[in-house]
């Protein structure tokens, strides 16, 4: 099912609701396809110690863990930022939270500047962002990509 610009989409309802949000695979690109999973993480019980810190919990992909992958086909430009790095930036336009679509974005304006993609061709220009623990994933594209659930944890 393709994830609309508002983002109404059922499962990116779910996907905002997961605590511990997780990058688990980005596929290389094959041709004008770009894809991607995210799968929701759980804290462990059990408190070790790490570089003399007491308590720490990891957080971990369990195996019967819901996976959803993110499916740009003809996508135009794509950036994966170790969250470590993000900066947050003000002047942004977006609706979301883990999951976004921006209307005013740096990327978007990168993109404008370093292609010749423009409304005309191949269309009007999306801007979704994913995200995670992990990383920061960036698409800009002219279609709506498929989000779809490819493993229930139940």
Same mark, same amino acid.
């Given at each position: ?15 905002? &609701? ?12 094959? #041709? !004008? ?7 929701? %993480? ?31 086909? !003809? ?11 993000? !900066? ?7 609706? %979301? ?22 409304? /005309?061709?191949?269309? !009007? ?5 994913? /995200? ?18 490819? &493993?229930? #944890? /139940?």
């Amino acid at each position: 099912m393709k994830l609309p610009k508002d983002l109404t989409h059922p499962l990116a309802t779910i996907i905002e &609701q997961c605590e511990f949000l997780r990058t688990v695979e980005i596929f290389p690109v094959l #041709g !004008n396809l770009l894809e991607f999973h995210a799968v929701g %993480g759980k804290v462990l019980d059990d408190p070790h110690t790490i570089a003399g810190i007491e308590g720490v919990r990891s957080i971990e992909v369990p195996s019967k863990s819901d996976r959803y992958s993110f499916k740009f086909v !003809n996508f135009i430009s794509y950036s994966v930022t170790d969250e470590m790095f993000i !900066n947050t930036v003000t002047d942004e336009v977006f609706e %979301g939270g883990r999951l976004r679509s921006y209307s005013k974005s740096h990327f978007l304006d990168y993109v404008s500047a370093a292609t010749w993609a423009t409304a /005309n061709f191949p269309g !009007n220009l999306l801007h979704y962002q994913l /995200n995670t623990l992990d990383h920061t994933i960036d698409v800009v594209t002219a279609e709506p990509p498929e989000l779809v659930m490819v &493993q229930s #944890g /139940n």
